[in-house]
């Protein structure tokens, strides 16, 4: 009997990739090639190896998931926000803390914004996962980075085509006052936003599959709180031994610069917890295999 192998494939998208010029279409505005606002290091060759495994084990591949980072341009985590104290723009890469805003060194560009900035970033600080990073505008909703890249999306349109399937695609980032590096929850959920809450409906379905495969970028930051998210989940709800139907395919996925030290620290976490690190050549044999257990069509003189 055929096993349901879903793979899991988290913000696969434009911007986070380190794209050739080839890859790049010009901006018909600026009259220049477009360019990724946020490219990790090795992301591009990530995306090639993921759309080979997808397009040579798509028939083993039962279902698949991509998740999309999808912000506005004002948002708690960009440049747009925030203005330091001598009324100078902040620069992408600037960790900002609640002692910051209190003794005035960064501020909200909008002054009635302070209250709700400052209750963020208590409670993201009192969570202990991260401190509010301001990086470049990325992922903006309706634009090129956006989208997902060109390889890994005709890949597993070949699979729908084949599976008469859907890839299901989901969207997150889009409050302008939260964090949402997890695909399933936002680092401090808003009581009025569902879309930032838990969500419990993706990961029940992700925890119907015999085995998730996981890729996507980056190491460091989205894949590393959605797979921590995931994995606390199976393991409150299906036991300990859930986690070993994870598995991160560790060639599909590369960390942002600087935050090495905090990708690897979470694959040994993971590893520990019994999470499978594989690459891209170790699965593909598992979705074949897979794929020579699918019912095969009787000819009509059987």
């Known amino acids: 009997m055929k096993r349901n192998l879903h793979l899991l494939v988290i913000d696969p998208q434009n911007d986070f990739c380190d ?11 600026a009259r220049q090639l477009l360019a990724p606002s946020l490219p990790v290091p090795g992301a591009h060759q990530d995306m090639l190896r993921l759309a080979g495994l997808i397009n040579r084990g798509r028939a083993g591949l039962t279902a698949i998931s991509v998740t999309l980072d999808s912000h506005h341009r004002f948002d708690i985590a960009h440049p747009t926000f925030w203005i330091a104290a001598d009324g100078a723009p902040v620069s992408p890469f600037t960790e900002i803390t609640a002692a910051d805003v209190r003794a005035r060194k ?24 991260y401190q509010l990073m301001v990086w470049p505008v990325h992922c903006e909703i309706g634009t090129w980075g956006n989208n997902v890249h060109a390889d890994v999306r005709a890949a597993y349109s070949h699979w729908e085509e084949a599976s008469l399937g859907i890839v299901a695609k989901l969207a997150k980032g889009s409050n302008p006052w939260t964090e949402h590096y997890s695909a399933v ?35 460091s930051h989205c894949v590393k709180a959605t797979v921590e998210h995931i994995a606390d989940y199976f393991a409150e709800h299906h036991g300990a031994a859930s986690l070993a139907r994870l598995t991160l395919i560790t060639d599909c996925i590369s960390p942002v610069t600087g935050f090495e030290p905090q990708y690897h ?13 594989l690459q891209a050549a170790d699965v593909l044999p598992e979705l074949m295999a897979n794929a020579n257990l699918a019912p095969q069509p009787q000819l009509e003189n059987e």
Request: aromatic share 10%.
């Open 19 to 29: 794209l050739p010029d080839a890859y790049r279409p010009q901006d018909p505005v």
């Open 106 to 129: 960064y501020l909200p560009r909008h002054p009635a914004a302070l209250p709700l900035a400052l209750n963020y970033l208590d409670k993201l600080e009192a969570a202990g996962r």
């Open 185 to 219: 929850m936002a680092e401090v959920p808003d009581v009025d936003d569902p879309d930032t809450q838990f969500n419990f409906k993706f990961v029940d379905n992700l925890a119907e599959a015999d085995h998730i495969y996981i890729a996507g970028e980056a190491g």
């Open 265 to 277: 620290a979470f694959l040994q976490a993971m590893r520990a917890r019994g999470v499978r690190l």
